[in-house]
């Protein structure tokens, strides 16, 4: 499929998450975002929504808040809040460009399929807007380093908007959790395979009731050479193109083999 690239002068750009609006992690690729254009808009959840995947609220209505000038918060996930974006706040011109992020955090291996971060991003692309996903990997201190995102982040979304990507992709980046000068480069990478089990926390409430708390979902493996974990680890900022199609090819064709 043909890259598409993307054109950054003029461009209208939506800034949207999965930590909510008033995310430090937002603040810091808004200020990203208008390195690039003056017409930047932030429509993004209410409140944190880890972890809320690709998921839509379809049992209750949505409230919409202006926060101020083209900043708006709704009560939903991600992908509520680029809907309302794209169908509402900016029906009158569709942006040119999403982005995602950025992440309190990585999204590495599988985590595309628990990712608000990276949904938000697969939404944009399935309403026919290019859409980047950012995410900041935490080191053990709990104290992310926003500057390193901020410094690296804007010539990288330039060059990939220059070189563009296909329709129904949408790209993953991870920056490692190392000060801005400890970065060693920018790799294209594939995703990872980290998870082999969820940490289950069990307690009892002050009432006397159980309850179950999921925990870190990170049981890590060895990092495969040439992909997202293994670039991350190197101190390396992953690029990950992450497709919408999810069907396995080769399966399809031994069932159809074997279906007739």
Request: charged content about 20%; hydrophobic content about 40%.
């Amino acid at each position: 499929m043909t890259d598409r690239p993307v054109a950054l002068d003029g461009a209208r750009i939506l800034v949207t998450n999965d930590d909510g609006y008033a995310a430090p992690g937002i603040a810091v690729l808004t200020r990203i975002a208008r390195t690039f254009t003056d017409d930047v808009w932030v429509v993004a959840p209410e409140t944190n929504q880890s972890g809320t995947g690709h998921s839509l609220t379809l049992l209750r209505p949505l409230r919409l808040r202006q926060v101020e000038e083209r900043r708006f918060a709704v009560d939903g996930t991600p992908t509520d809040s680029v809907l309302l974006a794209v169908n509402e706040v900016l029906k009158d011109r569709h942006p040119t460009l999403v982005l995602s992020g950025i992440n309190n955090g990585y999204n590495l291996g599988e985590d595309v399929r628990y990712s608000g971060t990276i949904s938000a991003a697969m939404e944009g692309m399935m309403l026919g807007i290019p859409s980047i996903a950012l995410s900041q990997y935490v080191p053990p201190d709990g104290q992310a380093p926003w500057e390193t995102a901020e410094t690296h982040a804007p010539d990288l979304i330039r060059r990939l908007c220059a070189a563009g990507w296909p329709e129904d992709t949408v790209i993953s980046v991870n920056f490692p959790a190392c000060a801005p000068q400890a970065v060693t480069g920018v790799r294209a990478t594939a995703q990872g395979r980290q998870k082999i089990g969820d940490e289950i926390v069990r307690g009892t409430d002050p009432r006397g009731r159980p309850y179950f708390w999921v925990g870190a979902m990170l049981k890590t493996r060895d990092a495969e050479p040439g992909s997202d974990m293994a670039a991350v680890r190197d101190n390396v900022i992953s690029v990950t193109p992450v497709a919408l199609d999810a069907t396995d090819r080769a399966a399809l064709a031994r069932l159809k083999g074997a279906l007739g």
